[in-house]
Protein backbone atom coordinates (compact mmCIF):
# COMPACT_ATOMS: atom_id res chain seq x y z
CA UNK A 1 0.00 0.00 0.00
CA UNK A 2 1.47 3.58 -0.73
CA UNK A 3 2.21 6.24 2.33
CA UNK A 4 -1.26 7.66 1.44
CA UNK A 5 -3.64 4.66 2.30
CA UNK A 6 -1.67 3.92 5.70
CA UNK A 7 -3.03 7.31 6.39
CA UNK A 8 -6.05 6.56 6.04
CA UNK A 9 -5.78 3.52 8.23
CA UNK A 10 -4.54 5.57 10.82
CA UNK A 11 -8.41 7.11 11.33
CA UNK A 12 -9.83 3.54 11.40
CA UNK A 13 -8.00 2.07 13.71
CA UNK A 14 -8.11 4.68 16.00
CA UNK A 15 -11.30 3.63 16.32
CA UNK A 16 -10.70 -0.25 16.62
CA UNK A 17 -12.09 -1.25 13.06
CA UNK A 18 -9.32 -2.48 11.16
CA UNK A 19 -9.21 -6.07 10.09
CA UNK A 20 -6.57 -8.11 11.27
CA UNK A 21 -4.54 -8.10 7.46
CA UNK A 22 -5.21 -4.49 8.10
CA UNK A 23 -4.00 -4.10 11.31
CA UNK A 24 -0.78 -6.11 10.50
CA UNK A 25 0.68 -4.25 7.84
CA UNK A 26 -0.33 -0.79 9.48
CA UNK A 27 1.52 -1.81 12.83
CA UNK A 28 4.73 -3.09 10.16
CA UNK A 29 4.33 0.97 8.74
CA UNK A 30 4.36 2.21 11.88
CA UNK A 31 7.45 0.57 12.85
CA UNK A 32 9.04 1.89 9.94
CA UNK A 33 7.40 5.33 9.18
CA UNK A 34 8.91 8.65 10.86
CA UNK A 35 5.40 11.05 10.64
CA UNK A 36 2.45 8.16 11.29
CA UNK A 37 3.43 6.83 14.70
CA UNK A 38 2.19 10.95 15.63
CA UNK A 39 -0.63 10.86 13.69
CA UNK A 40 -2.11 7.99 15.30
CA UNK A 41 -1.45 9.19 18.51
CA UNK A 42 -3.59 12.36 17.38
CA UNK A 43 -6.08 10.19 16.41
CA UNK A 44 -6.44 7.89 19.10
CA UNK A 45 -6.70 11.37 21.43
CA UNK A 46 -9.42 12.82 19.01
CA UNK A 47 -11.19 9.30 19.09
CA UNK A 48 -10.99 8.94 23.37
CA UNK A 49 -12.35 12.49 23.46
CA UNK A 50 -15.56 12.38 21.39
CA UNK A 51 -16.39 8.70 21.92
CA UNK A 52 -19.83 9.51 22.30
CA UNK A 53 -22.92 6.92 20.94
CA UNK A 54 -23.66 7.64 17.85
CA UNK A 55 -25.38 5.90 15.06
CA UNK A 56 -22.96 5.78 12.25
CA UNK A 57 -24.25 7.72 8.92
CA UNK A 58 -22.75 6.61 5.17
CA UNK A 59 -21.43 8.69 2.33
CA UNK A 60 -24.70 9.67 0.37
CA UNK A 61 -24.99 7.42 -3.22
CA UNK A 62 -23.88 9.96 -5.08
CA UNK A 63 -20.31 10.31 -2.86
CA UNK A 64 -19.87 6.74 -2.77
CA UNK A 65 -20.63 6.54 -6.77
CA UNK A 66 -17.54 9.05 -7.56
CA UNK A 67 -14.95 7.49 -4.65
CA UNK A 68 -15.61 4.35 -7.04
CA UNK A 69 -15.12 5.78 -10.40
CA UNK A 70 -11.81 7.69 -8.85
CA UNK A 71 -10.60 4.46 -8.49
CA UNK A 72 -11.47 2.47 -11.51
CA UNK A 73 -10.04 5.04 -13.62
CA UNK A 74 -6.45 4.77 -12.01
CA UNK A 75 -3.91 3.07 -14.26
CA UNK A 76 -3.79 -0.67 -12.92
CA UNK A 77 0.23 -1.93 -12.60
CA UNK A 78 1.27 -3.04 -16.21
CA UNK A 79 2.31 -7.42 -15.93
CA UNK A 80 3.72 -9.14 -18.98
CA UNK A 81 1.47 -12.02 -19.25
CA UNK A 82 1.45 -14.42 -21.79
CA UNK A 83 -1.85 -16.15 -23.07
CA UNK A 84 -3.46 -15.86 -20.05
CA UNK A 85 -6.77 -18.33 -19.93
CA UNK A 86 -9.91 -17.84 -18.75
CA UNK A 87 -9.35 -19.04 -15.18
CA UNK A 88 -6.09 -16.72 -14.73
CA UNK A 89 -8.46 -13.32 -16.11
CA UNK A 90 -10.76 -14.71 -13.61
CA UNK A 91 -8.68 -14.57 -10.89
CA UNK A 92 -7.28 -11.07 -11.92
CA UNK A 93 -10.68 -9.64 -12.09
CA UNK A 94 -11.43 -11.24 -8.89
CA UNK A 95 -8.38 -9.26 -7.35
CA UNK A 96 -9.08 -6.08 -8.46
CA UNK A 97 -12.65 -6.27 -7.76
CA UNK A 98 -11.48 -7.14 -4.35
CA UNK A 99 -8.72 -3.99 -4.35
CA UNK A 100 -11.87 -2.12 -5.16
CA UNK A 101 -13.72 -3.60 -2.44
CA UNK A 102 -11.06 -3.23 0.33
CA UNK A 103 -10.70 0.87 -0.69
CA UNK A 104 -14.76 1.40 -1.39
CA UNK A 105 -15.03 -0.34 2.43
CA UNK A 106 -11.91 1.83 3.60
CA UNK A 107 -13.69 4.61 2.33
CA UNK A 108 -17.15 4.27 4.04
CA UNK A 109 -15.18 3.71 7.93
CA UNK A 110 -13.25 7.18 6.75
CA UNK A 111 -16.68 8.29 6.14
CA UNK A 112 -18.21 7.36 9.27
CA UNK A 113 -14.99 8.91 11.18
CA UNK A 114 -15.64 12.35 9.43
CA UNK A 115 -19.24 11.85 10.55
CA UNK A 116 -19.39 10.79 13.68
CA UNK A 117 -17.35 14.39 15.02
CA UNK A 118 -19.73 16.53 12.71
CA UNK A 119 -22.38 14.93 14.52
CA UNK A 120 -20.86 14.77 18.03
CA UNK A 121 -20.26 18.36 17.65
CA UNK A 122 -23.23 19.34 16.19
CA UNK A 123 -25.07 17.15 19.37
CA UNK A 124 -22.91 19.24 22.10
CA UNK A 125 -23.47 22.49 20.62
CA UNK A 126 -27.48 21.90 20.46
CA UNK A 127 -27.10 20.22 24.05
CA UNK A 128 -24.77 23.74 24.80
CA UNK A 129 -27.68 25.72 23.43
CA UNK A 130 -30.68 24.48 25.25
CA UNK A 131 -28.54 24.31 28.71
CA UNK A 132 -28.21 28.23 28.24
CA UNK A 133 -31.37 28.32 27.09
CA UNK A 134 -32.85 26.73 30.28
CA UNK A 135 -30.74 29.01 32.22
CA UNK A 136 -31.55 32.12 30.72
CA UNK A 137 -35.21 31.12 31.24
CA UNK A 138 -34.89 30.16 34.67
CA UNK A 139 -33.20 33.20 35.69
CA UNK A 140 -35.74 35.00 34.18
CA UNK A 141 -38.42 33.57 36.03
CA UNK A 142 -36.26 34.33 38.94
CA UNK A 143 -35.74 37.50 38.57
CA UNK A 144 -39.54 38.18 37.54
CA UNK A 145 -40.62 36.71 40.61
CA UNK A 146 -38.00 38.79 43.04
CA UNK A 147 -39.79 41.77 40.74
CA UNK A 148 -43.18 40.48 41.69
CA UNK A 149 -42.11 40.34 45.33
CA UNK A 150 -40.58 44.02 45.35
CA UNK A 151 -43.87 45.06 43.45
CA UNK A 152 -45.98 43.64 46.03
CA UNK A 153 -43.61 45.18 49.10
CA UNK A 154 -43.86 48.62 47.72
CA UNK A 155 -47.88 48.73 47.03
CA UNK A 156 -48.15 47.58 51.22
CA UNK A 157 -45.66 50.20 52.23
CA UNK A 158 -47.39 52.48 50.06
CA UNK A 159 -50.88 51.36 51.21
CA UNK A 160 -49.45 51.94 55.34
CA UNK A 161 -47.93 55.46 54.46
CA UNK A 162 -51.55 56.43 52.70
CA UNK A 163 -53.39 54.90 55.88
CA UNK A 164 -50.42 56.99 58.51
CA UNK A 165 -50.95 60.21 55.96
CA UNK A 166 -55.09 59.47 56.58
CA UNK A 167 -54.50 58.85 59.92
CA UNK A 168 -52.10 62.58 60.38
CA UNK A 169 -54.63 64.32 58.66
CA UNK A 170 -57.91 63.02 60.36
CA UNK A 171 -56.04 63.68 63.64
CA UNK A 172 -54.89 67.34 62.33
CA UNK A 173 -58.71 68.39 61.34
CA UNK A 174 -60.18 66.93 64.79
CA UNK A 175 -57.22 68.98 67.22
CA UNK A 176 -58.49 71.93 65.05
CA UNK A 177 -62.14 71.73 65.42
CA UNK A 178 -64.45 73.86 66.52
CA UNK A 179 -66.37 71.14 68.59
CA UNK A 180 -63.06 69.71 69.93
CA UNK A 181 -62.98 69.42 73.79
CA UNK A 182 -58.96 68.28 75.31
CA UNK A 183 -59.18 66.50 78.70
CA UNK A 184 -55.75 65.99 80.56
CA UNK A 185 -55.22 62.73 82.45
CA UNK A 186 -52.56 62.75 85.16
CA UNK A 187 -50.91 59.27 86.85
CA UNK A 188 -52.52 57.60 89.73
CA UNK A 189 -50.68 56.18 92.71
CA UNK A 190 -49.94 53.11 90.69
CA UNK A 191 -48.04 55.02 87.46
CA UNK A 192 -47.17 58.62 88.88
CA UNK A 193 -45.12 59.42 86.09
CA UNK A 194 -47.74 58.61 83.85
CA UNK A 195 -49.95 61.02 81.91
CA UNK A 196 -51.95 61.15 78.89
CA UNK A 197 -54.32 63.83 76.88
CA UNK A 198 -57.52 62.86 75.40
CA UNK A 199 -59.43 64.80 72.58
CA UNK A 200 -62.70 64.14 71.01
CA UNK A 201 -65.01 66.31 69.03
CA UNK A 202 -68.23 66.19 71.11
CA UNK A 203 -70.40 66.34 67.48
CA UNK A 204 -68.82 63.07 65.80
CA UNK A 205 -67.78 61.69 68.85
CA UNK A 206 -64.34 60.59 67.09
CA UNK A 207 -60.80 60.84 69.74
CA UNK A 208 -57.59 60.70 70.31
CA UNK A 209 -55.86 59.42 73.45
CA UNK A 210 -52.11 60.06 73.57
CA UNK A 211 -50.23 58.43 76.65
CA UNK A 212 -47.02 58.28 78.06
CA UNK A 213 -44.89 56.36 81.09
CA UNK A 214 -47.27 53.80 81.43
CA UNK A 215 -45.91 50.80 82.59
CA UNK A 216 -45.81 47.89 80.24
CA UNK A 217 -49.51 45.86 80.50
CA UNK A 218 -48.28 42.46 81.41
CA UNK A 219 -49.02 39.43 78.93
CA UNK A 220 -53.25 39.01 78.44
CA UNK A 221 -53.82 42.20 79.69
CA UNK A 222 -54.24 45.64 78.01
CA UNK A 223 -55.28 49.32 79.08
CA UNK A 224 -58.93 50.18 78.65
CA UNK A 225 -60.70 53.84 78.62
CA UNK A 226 -63.88 54.79 80.23
CA UNK A 227 -65.94 57.53 80.01
CA UNK A 228 -67.39 58.39 83.09
CA UNK A 229 -70.99 60.41 82.79
CA UNK A 230 -73.29 60.89 85.55
CA UNK A 231 -71.44 58.15 87.68
CA UNK A 232 -71.80 55.62 85.74
CA UNK A 233 -68.24 54.19 83.55
CA UNK A 234 -68.67 53.55 79.69
CA UNK A 235 -66.10 51.22 78.35
CA UNK A 236 -64.22 52.93 75.11
CA UNK A 237 -60.90 51.24 73.61
CA UNK A 238 -58.25 48.85 75.06
CA UNK A 239 -54.29 49.44 74.18
CA UNK A 240 -51.08 48.35 74.77
CA UNK A 241 -47.81 50.92 75.39
CA UNK A 242 -45.03 49.87 73.73
CA UNK A 243 -41.43 49.75 75.25
CA UNK A 244 -41.27 53.43 76.75
CA UNK A 245 -44.16 53.45 77.74
CA UNK A 246 -46.60 55.56 75.05
CA UNK A 247 -49.53 54.65 73.36
CA UNK A 248 -51.73 55.91 70.93
CA UNK A 249 -55.69 54.71 70.90
CA UNK A 250 -58.20 56.03 68.35
CA UNK A 251 -61.68 55.45 69.41
CA UNK A 252 -65.00 56.99 69.09
CA UNK A 253 -67.02 58.11 72.03
CA UNK A 254 -70.31 57.06 72.82
CA UNK A 255 -73.25 59.45 72.37
CA UNK A 256 -73.93 59.29 75.98
CA UNK A 257 -70.26 59.70 76.79
CA UNK A 258 -69.62 62.69 75.00
CA UNK A 259 -71.12 65.07 77.85
CA UNK A 260 -68.73 62.82 80.80
CA UNK A 261 -67.19 64.87 83.49
CA UNK A 262 -64.67 62.42 84.56
CA UNK A 263 -61.89 60.22 81.83
CA UNK A 264 -59.76 57.29 83.35
CA UNK A 265 -57.55 54.34 82.57
CA UNK A 266 -57.53 50.81 84.19
CA UNK A 267 -55.79 48.09 83.25
CA UNK A 268 -58.11 45.14 82.53
CA UNK A 269 -58.04 41.59 80.85
CA UNK A 270 -57.54 42.18 76.52
CA UNK A 271 -60.38 41.18 75.60
CA UNK A 272 -61.96 43.98 77.60
CA UNK A 273 -64.44 44.19 80.04
CA UNK A 274 -68.25 46.18 80.04
CA UNK A 275 -67.23 47.45 83.75
CA UNK A 276 -64.07 48.46 85.26
CA UNK A 277 -62.39 45.56 86.98
CA UNK A 278 -58.80 46.66 87.32
CA UNK A 279 -56.32 49.22 88.99
CA UNK A 280 -56.82 52.88 87.80
CA UNK A 281 -53.47 54.38 85.60
CA UNK A 282 -54.92 57.29 84.12
CA UNK A 283 -57.53 59.71 86.00
CA UNK A 284 -59.06 63.11 84.73
CA UNK A 285 -59.87 65.96 87.51
CA UNK A 286 -63.53 65.92 87.40
CA UNK A 287 -65.18 68.75 85.07
Known sequence: MKHEEYKELLEVAALDALDAAEGIALEAH??????????????????????????????????????????????????????????????????????????????????????????????????????????????????????????????????????????LRADRELLAAPDARAVALAGTKDATKAQARLTFDQRTGRAILVAANLPPAPAGKAYQLWFIAGGKPLPGGLFRPDATGHAELHDTVPTAGRNANTFAVTLEPQGGVPAPTGSMYLLSAAS
Do not use: Y
Not at 71 to 78: A, D, E, G, L, N
Not at 109 to 135: D, E, H, W
Not at 151 to 166: F, V, Y
Open 30 to 167: LAECATCPAEADAWREVAAALALPMTPVKPSAAVRERLLEAVRTQSPPVHAVAAPDAQTNGEGVAAQTSNVVSLDSRRERRGVIISKPLLTFGSIAASVAIAALAVTLALLWSQNKALKTQLAQMSDSLRQTEQEIGS
